[in-house]
């Protein structure tokens, strides 16, 4: 309810007290000023009600009038309040009530805390490497030239683009130059700037994985692109389907596709780069978790089969942190134009984090974190993998060859939904491979991420996963 001169204590509304903490260093008129919009703007002191006279205010805040006048003065000339003079000031100004922000009645309930961590999606956020990323940071902040803290390369720092070619050449097979390297904020980015530019070059129609990431799904849209889901069976995508689409170019997870853990066989793959020839068209290759391969070497990205057809997109996010922000598109040549032509906004990520990112890399401390990751994940894994064998025979472990997640096939019937729910209301996160498709199926599976939960807690969590599905098996 808004209110009028005579029914408030001003003092209270205005809540301008002289000790308020963290409120010291800014000057007594301007806080005035402050508490006085805030009132106006939230509808408190309606449009057309009359301020107190500035001495009466002073007397009642215990300040002199000359605060009072100073910060009337200011709303004013904000147009918040009018003088006229013979009468009172009042205020000039009312919020609109289409897109004032409602009160909510009551607080929004909070969700039951997640004790156990086992859905997809995150790396281990507790090994994030603090004191090195700090040395780092600490170093860039201190050698970054004068040059480096002007305005920033749209497509990136030339340092981070030349450290990131290397580091893709050397562990991931790529044919990538620093000329064809941007930086962006991670996959999902990098794919918002790839759908531009394909669309700028007269593609519309995009081919993605089913199941896939629905975030990669929401990119394409986001952008117009129109979307043909193509299945994924053992092999990995069902190049035979994508070519009954009509679209010109797919996302593909090659290495590891998400959720299903599959990898790309090496005749599909082949046969990818062949369509992508006969349509004039590309492959995005979403390359998100394959420095983690635990019984062979990581597959080499298909990037380098054919630089000209395949985009390649990758990013720290499951590697240090999502929270970072960082990742790389590298792009074929004759796109480039095209990508930075489409994309006239984008901004790279602040450069102090690609130097650091860079520096990094180049002290070699990436690579000794991606070592021990490895070792750690595989370790990981495999006491899941044991514990699930031990405690839910009845279901069958896949995709387990690469990556932070695996599945888990369960018996048909099961109510996977309602396992979900009573696995998280107990405490337990983990994920429905129905999430991730935008069809139906007929088969039945969870997907379990083992990035962010510690060894000592996976017993703990198997146990409650083998209690929330046998409340909702058929005969279990
Ligand atoms: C399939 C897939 N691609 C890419 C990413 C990483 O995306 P970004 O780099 O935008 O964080 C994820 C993260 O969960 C993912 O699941």
Redesign the pocket.
Known sequence: MAISQTNLAWATLLEIGATEPGRRGRRLHDRLARALRTAIRDGRLAEGAAVPPSRALAEELGCSRWVVTEAYGQLIAEGYLAARTGSATRVAWSPDPDTAPPRPARPVPAPPPIRYDLAP?LPDLRAFPRRRWADAVRAVTGSAVHYDLGLPDPAGHPGLRTTVAQYLRRSRGADAHAAAVSVCA????GLVRTCRALRAEGIADLAVEHPG?GR?RDAATSVGLRLHPVPVDHDGLSVDALARTPARAVVV?AAHQ?PTGTVLSPARRARLVRWAREVDGYVIE?D?DAEFRYDHHPVAVMQGMDPSRVFLLG?V??TLS?ALGL?WLVAPAAMNPALRAANPVAAAPPVLDQLALATFIDRGWYDAHLRAARRRFRARRDLLVRTLGAQLPEARVAGTAAGLHILLHLPDGTDTPGAVRTAAAAGLRVADLDDYRVQDAADRALVLGYGNISDTEIPTAVALLREALAARTPGV
Not at 186 to 189: I, L, Q, S
């Open positions: 999606g991670g996959v999902t980015d990431w990669l997870g998400f979403d998100y990013s996010s499951k999502p990742g």
